[in-house]
């Protein structure tokens, strides 16, 4: 028999997977049976059971959410979920949420946690875990010492998928343990992006703006370049610091770690900090006025001059090409 | 209301940071050390919140190797009123849920009504010790917040995460930890530096804290394997001569970008 493997899953506000879903049920396929857990799916519960058998979920169990207590029930979720399929493992997106729910999970039953995996593998030993240690600067593996390990895997890494499977839910019965919470006063969802661009974090292509881009006003450039690119946006702090966009588009230590095909850095001068969210990118193209500027040191395209002139260029060479 | 504030040191971002490739532990002697950037704005926070309520004490407290006095007495130098640093040769290399059980020990010897942590730190990245804390002290965790609001009974705060915002509110004894967003710490000045002297700085190992915590009872998550990657290369770097956009536009269809 195949061994177990327990995925929590995380699903967006309006009701779909996240897309971290198809690379964490393709990880945990590598491992053995993939069983997902998806805790207050309510109304969307067909579609999201349905989404996560095409991911390759062979079961998918389901729990109640609870829209005013915070983090705990879905512990409560998984607690009850590994008791009843004993895994050889329980994977999450090391995302907000999952992250903390595992690490509760993991202490409240004596397991070892693996953090901020970018893959999973299992040889003859057991089942291993590498991650990308200093941005990048370093590659580490790391195991647990015995017992079933929880694993959190790096969003939007993974390449390997799971293969469709018939749908089989069921609902998961959990007894709350009453653990003391913090209470949800209120929950309040943006709307969705309008646009059709590509989601920051696991983009194949992005192009960041940075302090260099002056005001908000003439950030739209980088917006008209990933457009043009059919590419993703991101920023340095000092972009989002200066109220050019929002939080979510920083890429760097601090913000969202990316790993494209492409990333285009204008206006940025490569700070580690910021190096350290991009430099695992195939192709890294910088253009900076300053000639001194790190960016370059890692680039492999570099351009000193003007954003301001050579963008519109190249968006004008990337359009007269018919692209 | 006494605040302990979670201190962690890590490597100055600002400069390279190394790991020992032995024995995949931080290599200390290569990089400085520094109080990691959020744990100084959560100071900054219980230390701003102490000037303005009265009775309020901050204790700062660390888990980490006895060279680390240092960075921790910088906490007091800005303002905390004493520190707490756990050192202990058997907590070498552990994992997150060893300190999260050591921390948790530590905690109930000091005794809190709030403990606050940076949401991550910038060596680790893994932001799971609050979370795993609020478990084993079984009190309520708010995690992640951009504002906070604290007063003798409660504690409520905003989290923003992507397109969801939560307004969370819990009853002191709590766990909070803040972002980056939080307010810039203040350079403790030199009156801070000389009474900081003065200041408790107790140094406990793990059997001071009185605590059963066995090291290889339970499962650990332990380092198998590591290596450096090759720094990356500099490739191609042209100034702009009027021509440097089509350039660029070549280079992408050449390597097929476009
Ligand atoms: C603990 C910690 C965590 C951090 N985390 C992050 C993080 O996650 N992400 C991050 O990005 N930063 C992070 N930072 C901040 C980081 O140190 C830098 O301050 C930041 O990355 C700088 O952003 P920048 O490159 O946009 O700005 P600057 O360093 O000011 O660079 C702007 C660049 O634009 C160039 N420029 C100006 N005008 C033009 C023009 N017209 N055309 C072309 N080029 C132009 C300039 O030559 C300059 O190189 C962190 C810092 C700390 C301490």
Not at chain 1, 29 to 56: K, M, Y
Not at chain 2, 206 to 230: H, N
């Amino acid at each position: 028999m195949t061994d177990n493997i327990l995925v929590l899953l995380d699903s967006t506000p309006d009701g779909q997977l996240s897309k971290s879903v198809p690379g964490l049920l393709g990880a945990a396929t590598g491992l053995g049976n993939p069983i997902a857990l998806i805790v207050g799916a309510g109304e969307h519960a067909d579609a999201l059971s349905a989404a996560a058998a095409a991911a390759g979920a062979t079961k998918v169990l389901l729990a109640d959410g609870d829209n005013t207590i915070y983090s705990t029930p879905t512990v409560d979720a998984l607690q009850a979920a590994a008791a009843l399929v004993q895994p050889a493992a329980v994977l999450a997106a090391h995302s907000d949420q999952s992250k903390e729910v595992v690490a509760r999970f993991a202490v409240r039953t004596g397991a070892a946690v693996n953090y901020d995996a970018i893959d999973v593998t299992r040889d003859a030993k057991g089942i291993i875990a590498s991650h990308s240690a200093y941005g990048g600067a370093f590659v580490v593996t790391s195991a647990v010492t015995f017992a079933a390990p929880v694993i959190t895997v790096r969003q939007g890494v993974v390449e390997a998928r799971g293969t469709a499977q018939p749908v089989v839910a069921e609902k998961l019965a959990v007894t709350p343990s009453g653990r003391k919470s913090a209470a949800i006063e209120s929950i309040d969802v943006a709307d969705a992006p309008t646009s059709l661009r590509p989601e920051l974090r696991g983009a194949t292509k992005v192009v960041s703006g940075g302090r260099g881009l002056g005001t908000a006003e003439k950030f739209v450039l980088v917006e008209q370049l990933a457009d043009a690119l059919g590419a993703a946006v991101g920023a340095s702090r000092a972009a989002v610091d200066a109220g050019f966009v929002p939080q979510t588009f920083q890429v760097g230590q601090t913000g969202v770690q990316v790993s494209p095909q492409l990333y285009v850095a204008l206006g940025i001068s490569g700070a580690i900090q910021h190096k350290a969210g991009m430099q695992t990118a195939k192709t890294i193209i910088a253009i900076n006025k300053d000639e001194t500027a790190p960016i370059f040191e890692i680039a492999d395209f570099g351009v000193v001059g003007d954003v301001f002139t050579v963008v519109p260029q190249l968006i004008a060479a990337l359009e007269a090409s018919g692209k | 209301m006494r605040i302990v504030v979670l201190v962690k040191e890590a490597p100055d971002t600002y400069g390279e940071r190394f790991l020992d490739l032995e024995t995949g532990l931080a290599d200390r002697n290569k990089s400085d050390r520094v109080l990691d950037e959020i744990v100084e704005r959560a100071l900054e926070y219980a230390i701003s919140y102490a000037e303005k309520h009265e009775g309020t004490e901050v204790v700062a407290l660390s888990m980490a190797t006895e060279d680390a006095t240092a960075s921790v007495r910088k906490a007091l130098a800005m303002g905390a009123d004493r520190a707490v640093l756990i050192s202990d040769g058997a907590l070498v290399g552990a994992d997150v849920t060893l300190t999260a059980e050591v921390l948790a020990a530590a905690l109930t010897h000091i005794g809190y009504d709030l403990v606050i942590a940076g949401d991550q730190s910038t060596d680790g990245a893994g932001g799971v010790v609050p979370a795993a804390l609020s478990e084993l002290l079984d009190i309520p965790q708010i995690t992640k917040l951009t504002t906070i609001e604290l007063d003798d009974k409660a504690v409520s705060g905003t989290r923003v995460i992507d397109r969801v915002t939560l307004k969370l509110r819990a009853e002191l004894p709590a766990i909070v930890s803040v972002t980056e967003r939080f307010p810039d710490a203040r350079f403790p000045n030199f009156k801070g530096i000389m009474a900081a002297k003065k200041k408790p700085f107790e140094v406990l190992s793990v059997a001071d804290l009185g605590a059963d915590i066995d090291v290889l009872a339970k499962p650990r998550a332990i380092m198998t394997e590591i290596s450096a990657k090759p720094p990356r290369a500099a490739g191609v770097k042209i100034v702009d001569e009027g021509d440097a956009g089509n350039q660029l536009a070549e280079f992408l269809k050449k390597n097929q970008l476009v």
